[in-house]
């Protein structure tokens, strides 16, 4: 399984970036994103499970939304009222039903003040 993230780029602070996310194949248990700011360890950031549930980091509630479309087997990150603290290396991560991860090359979010 590959996953291809897109979507990264450079935005003024208040600005939006839609990040988006497709596997080459499988069934997930689990779609959602990480990210790792310079200096800092990788965190979630948002998640939605195979139900619809999901769950976000705190500092991204209210801003964030991730979507997913099961057939296109793509995971969606929306992001408004970007905030310079949001830069980092996004991930896209897919969990399979065996708790087995795969994980995106990475895409850069750059948020100028």
């Known amino acids: 399984v590959q996953l291809q993230a897109s979507g990264g780029g450079l935005v003024q602070a208040g600005g939006s970036l839609r990040l988006s996310c497709s596997a080459s194949?499988?069934?997930?248990?689990?779609m959602g994103w990480y990210r790792q700011a310079p200096g800092k360890q990788r965190e979630l950031v948002a998640v939605i499970a195979g139900g619809g549930r999901t769950n976000y980091h705190d500092s991204v509630k209210g801003r964030f939304i991730v979507s997913k479309d099961n057939a296109k087997n793509t995971v969606t990150l929306q992001m408004d009222s970007l905030k310079p603290e949001d830069t980092a290396v996004y991930y896209c991560?897919?969990?399979?039903?065996?708790?087995?991860?795969?994980w995106g090359k990475g895409t850069l979010v750059t948020v100028s003040s």
């Open positions: 991560n897919m969990r399979g039903y065996g708790s087995v991860d795969y």
């Open positions: 194949g499988g069934i997930f248990a689990a």
